[in-house]
């Protein structure tokens, strides 16, 4: 079976599992955390996979048909794709890393997960062969399903006058403590809880320098050769948090259409579907869900061509691709926002099916990588003939 025969297959066993994911959504929210169900349910599609290294047993399918599925299950559930998108997505990390990284994660368990928490406000040391850790790491989606976490931090130069080096840290569960603060109004079953470190050594091998990711020449290289993995660090990993929010605008479109065709005004009994201002709202919200689409599509093809082809990407492209991520939220905001205000009095109440939309949208868009300011600013500026302020593309 070819790749994308598989991602095909895999595409469609995402649609199968729309049904159960929305009996779980309650059982979520009251977990504060994915079910151990839906995980199981994602093992056995073969999700984790699709980004997985043959080396270890994965499909080395294009990022876009992860970004595919996390749609097709952000319709039913937005928690389960975005933990689903943003663990998925660290298989193909852990590719990046060195070989023996890799064995140690899953030389035992290939199905091992790995969560994250980027953002470097922990402490790094320097030290003999490696690196001690401490401090706290925040908002680790999907942490409590994970036996791993990567830790972003800056590491220590070796020499006085060299600037600190970004790096990722890969850490195993033994050396961090979960703390169960995640009480959240949106995307309330991602359980993106704190990672608290007290002391953790971690080795050399077990680092990803950003550097290496955006230059597109990782260790991992090294046994790993598909196309897949010359992709930008910063383009991959900014898409596994925005792309769930296609599919919550996608549920948000399809909550409407149901609704309001059936819905009739209490103040004078005409049909809603009749209504000028109700067509129009939906023909936007309709428009912003399918630009988004294809922009993103278009995006990932392109970047998947020029790693195919070995060829260099522009500056001006990361920098519009990026923005361009981040932009896609803002649409999917801007979509259900309109649908729900001309969902009338009735969407306030929590048992509106839209109020789920609503909350978890906007809980999207807190997210650092999905704010559009920067992106904005720096892809104005690069067109303007300016020098990107954002490496992280």
């Not at 595409?11 to 309650?26: F, I």
Request: aromatic residues 10%; glycine residues 8%; neutral net charge.
């Amino acid at each position: 079976m070819s790749k994308e025969q598989k991602a095909a297959e895999v595409l469609k066993r995402a649609y199968e599992l729309q049904p159960v994911l929305k009996e779980r959504v309650s059982i979520g929210d009251n977990l504060r955390r994915i079910p151990d169900e839906t995980i199981r349910d994602f093992h056995d599609a073969g999700f984790f996979r699709l980004l997985q290294p043959a080396f270890f047993g994965g499909f080395e399918a294009s990022p876009q048909a992860l970004f595919d599925v996390q749609i097709a299950i952000a319709e039913a559930c937005a928690s389960s794709a975005w933990v689903l998108g943003v663990t998925a997505v660290h298989n193909w990390q852990l590719a990046l890393f060195p070989k023996d990284a890799q064995v140690d994660v899953w030389g035992a368990n290939p199905n091992t997960l790995i969560a994250s928490s980027y953002a470097p406000t922990g402490t790094v040391e320097r030290v003999e062969d490696g690196y001690r850790l401490r401090g706290r790491w925040s908002f680790s989606s999907g942490c409590d399903h994970c036996e791993w976490v990567f830790l972003g931090g800056f590491a220590p130069p070796e020499k006085e006058g060299v600037p600190p080096d970004m790096r990722t840290f890969l850490v195993p569960k033994k050396d961090y403590v979960v703390d169960d603060n995640w009480r959240v109004s949106g995307l309330r079953a991602t359980g993106s809880k704190d990672i608290v470190v007290g002391d953790a050594f971690v080795p050399e091998y077990r680092t990803h320098r950003l550097i290496h990711g955006f230059f597109r020449n990782s260790p991992g290289n090294e046994i790993n050769g598909s196309p897949l993995y010359r992709l930008p660090f910063g383009q991959i990993f900014v898409r596994s948090v925005s792309t769930s929010a296609i599919g919550i605008a996608q549920s948000a479109l399809n909550i409407f259409r149901e609704l309001a065709a059936a819905r009739v005004a209490a103040g004078d009994g005409s049909k809603v579907a009749e209504d000028a201002a109700v067509q129009t709202v939906c023909a936007r919200a309709s428009m912003l869900v399918d630009e988004v689409k294809l922009v993103l599509h278009r995006n990932m093809a392109e970047l998947m061509a020029c790693a195919s082809a070995g060829s260099e990407l522009s500056m001006e492209t990361r920098v519009r691709f990026r923005h361009d991520s981040s932009m896609a939220v803002v649409k999917c905001v801007e979509a259900v926002d309109l649908l729900f205000t001309a969902s009338g009095g009735r969407a306030i109440f929590l048992s509106h099916p839209l109020q789920r939309c609503f909350q978890d949208i906007h809980a999207a868009r807190a997210h650092f990588a999905n704010n559009p300011d920067k992106p904005s600013r720096n892809l104005g500026g690069v067109l303007l003939g300016a020098k990107t302020a954002d490496y992280f593309i």
